[in-house]
């Protein structure tokens, strides 16, 4: 099963649920990336301009620009992101010349681009000799995706929930040969392992199911369903001592140059 045609289901929707944990991701993959300021950076499937506006607030650079899709996604991140260009544009036919940016980044989407080489192989083009193509994605096969709790109770209660249409993609090891295949050198991989704490079952339920292809989900169940995979849930992430839920998110990230440069 594939998740329909657009990721979130509203800017706030996402905050509340998918943006803390991509705020705690993408803060440590930017430091892990360390480019200095100035640069004119890309924001590959920018969705609602989380990471474009984690790119102004902490890189100082001299340009941020953000493609998506989904207008609806690309009119929250203009609320947010006033300093950042938004417009629309597909990962694998990206609106900009050849050699246009410093750096350029897939965050959070590459398991969403239908053909994640020619994604990459157009990063490539617009990026710079000398500059940086990156991504960093939920290790979504390997049990890292910050909903995966809920996703394991579904099956448990044999429920198969929605995949991306490139699940897989986000591999360390297909990430590299996807890096490798498109030229680019000075190839470094990383995990990213972030946590977050939930005040209670409660809270931990809603965050869960509010956005994203969980939403939907949840809501083709019956209420019997629902009490099961409730059920489920709980038994996965019992509370520590003070109440509160706490459990991990993994996600898989990559960096490298384009050839040619000084």
Not at 50 to 76: M, W, Y
Not at 86 to 108: N, S, T
């Amino acid at each position: 099963m594939t998740p329909p045609p657009i990721r979130f289901d509203d800017g706030a929707a996402y905050e509340r649920g998918m943006g803390v944990w991509s705020r705690l991701a993408g803060d440590v993959f930017l430091d892990w990336l360390a480019l200095p300021p100035g640069q004119r950076w890309l924001d590959v499937g920018c969705g609602s301009g989380a990471f474009s506006e984690a790119v102004l607030r902490g890189c100082a650079p001299a340009e941020v620009q953000g493609v998506d899709p989904s207008e609806a996604q690309l009119a929250f991140a203009r609320s947010r992101s006033p300093g950042a260009t938004f417009q629309v544009g597909d990962a694998m036919a990206l609106p900009f010349p050849a050699d246009r940016f410093d750096a350029a980044v897939m965050a959070l989407v590459i398991f969403f681009v239908p053909d994640p080489a020619k994604g990459v192989s157009e990063m490539v083009r617009v990026v710079r000799p000398g500059g940086t193509v990156a991504a960093y994605a939920w290790d979504f096969t390997g049990g890292g995706f910050p909903f995966d709790p809920v996703q394991q109770a579904l099956r448990a209660i044999g429920v198969p929930p929605l995949r991306p249409p490139s699940a897989g993609a986000e591999r360390l090891e297909v990430l590299g040969q996807l890096w490798r295949d498109a030229g680019l050198t000075a190839i470094e991989t990383r995990e990213i392992v972030v946590y977050r704490s939930f005040a209670n079952f409660e809270e931990l339920w809603e965050v869960s199911t509010i956005t994203g292809s969980m939403r939907p989900t949840v809501a083709g169940l019956s209420p019997d369903q629902i009490a099961a995979l409730q059920t489920q849930l709980r038994s996965q992430l019992p509370p520590g001592p003070d109440g509160r839920i706490s459990h991990p998110a993994r996600a898989n990230a990559i960096k490298g140059v384009v050839p040619g440069g000084a």
